[in-house]
């Protein structure tokens, strides 16, 4: 089995060093495909305006000057030597989970596999960011493997990806695994002006707000409740259910 992995962190990132150990435990075939720099919050982007640059950094490993799409692309069209059979898109720090997988990188990168028909499958470590990043990267080591193995024997539905986030606790205390809805966050995105040394404003996106309350049969409780969440994600986003009511609404 040939594996590609990609990340949204960038090609130095740990979490792309763990999600290769990872990945040795189900072939030795291992590809790896990542963005130069951190490329986190790009979502399903596209480098359309500069041309793309892969330097190669290792055996079978590429650094790509673009986001996680473009190296999923680049991958699979350019750089990989033949067919590929799984795309393994993280390990991300930190949870992509709620409405924030809109935004996620790491994500960005199985949807495009899932796209040119590659069962694909994102993985994320919560962590709490407490001044540093603490990131329990050995429950990844841990969990991550096995549960692998189980999604690889199942079919997954034409344009549906897996999106995998383990919890912020040693991989003694996860409580297992759920499958789960993505859940719901108030909007938590806020500007914070700052000046520079000659006293020009500049500014940050932030994180603001507090966590969503419980939320059961989502990706947000089941972290909370220390369990591996997983969720089915389709590409189709059409809501069906609202298409009759609008068809009537407009035609009568």
Known sequence: MRILLTNDDGINAPGLAVLEEVARHLSDDIWTVAPETDQSGLAHSLTLNHPLRAREVGDQKFA???????????????????????????????????????????????????LLGIKSIALSQAYNFDNARNVPWDTSRALAPDLLKKLLKIDLPKDTLINVNLPNCPPEQVNGHAIVTQGKYEHGLG????????GNPYYWLEFIGEPPIHQPGTDIDALINNQIAITPIRLDMTDHGFMDKLSLELNG
């Open 64 to 114: 790509v000057s673009g986001t996680p799409t473009d190296c999923v692309i680049m991958g699979i069209r350019q750089l990989v030597d033949g067919p590929v059979d799984l795309v393994l898109s993280g390990i991300n720090a930190g949870q992509n989970i709620g409405d924030y997988v809109t935004y996620s990188g790491t994500v960005a990168g199985a949807i495009e596999g899932t």
């Open 191 to 198: 500007i914070g002006e700052r000046s520079d040394g000659r």
